[in-house]
């Protein structure tokens, strides 16, 4: 009779109330364990996302080319120079440049060609605008007109006579090194080539004194 009772208005019994219990909770643990791994699989995505973005973010940085991040300090350079029906010449430069009390950054630089006796020349750099520079060079015959986008420096200048000499110099991200590209040319006509590698020896640092600008 309490069974019929039981039926009529509805009511389980014990075990099928502990059975559906233990149905629900197998249900509610399967799912918990799904979560749980999709939030393991979601933070090991994201940990892989981290570390890859940092590395991106650092090589994105960009580089902006000034006397002082290019030349600033010791450096050296080795490349060759190539004209026309001519063999190529291979040189070494040594340099060292500094930010001047004035504002102006010179460089000095001692070029040796090979079976030749070094050459010394300096280069003058003021700032004259974002960008841009005024600059002279001690063995051009003519100011230098010198402009900087990213990490590159073009310069262009009269050698001698009708000839000119356009260079462009791009700074590697570490700031270590300079490719440095020239072109000679004779009333437009191209007659020779430069390239060098430019290795920085000792980066300047803040506590570089300024030089002399009479030096």
Not at 48 to 75: I, K, N
Not at 80 to 100: C, D, M, Y
Not at 142 to 151: R, T
Not at 191 to 211: H, M, N, Y
Request: proline content about 7%.
């Amino acid at each position: 009779m309490d069974l019929l009772r039981g039926k009529c208005l509805g009511l389980a019994t014990p075990n099928a109330i502990g059975g559906r219990f233990a149905a629900t909770m197998r249900v509610r643990s399967g799912q918990a364990s799904s979560m749980t791994r999709t939030l393991k699989w979601l933070c090991l995505a994201l940990l892989v996302a981290a570390t890859v973005a940092c590395p991106l973010a650092d090589a994105q940085t960009p580089v902006e080319f000034t006397p002082r991040a290019g030349f600033g300090g010791e450096s050296e350079g080795r490349g060759t120079l190539k004209f026309v029906f001519r063999k190529p010449r291979a040189f070494h430069v040594t340099s060292h440049g500094i930010e001047q009390s004035d504002g102006t950054f010179r460089l000095d630089q001692t070029i040796t060609f090979a079976g030749e006796p070094p050459q010394s020349r300096f280069w003058v750099m003021t700032r004259t605008a974002a960008h841009h520079y005024a600059a002279t060079l001690s063995d051009a015959a003519g100011p230098v007109e010198a402009s900087v986008s990213g990490p590159r420096l073009s310069l262009r200048y009269r050698v001698k006579g009708p000839v000119f000499m356009h260079q462009e110099l791009v700074l590697s991200a570490d700031g270590r090194t300079i490719d440095n590209v020239g072109v000679v040319r004779l009333l437009g006509i191209p007659i020779g080539r430069l390239q060098e590698t430019i290795t920085r020896k000792v980066p300047a640092s803040s506590s570089d004194d300024p030089v002399d600008p009479g030096r």
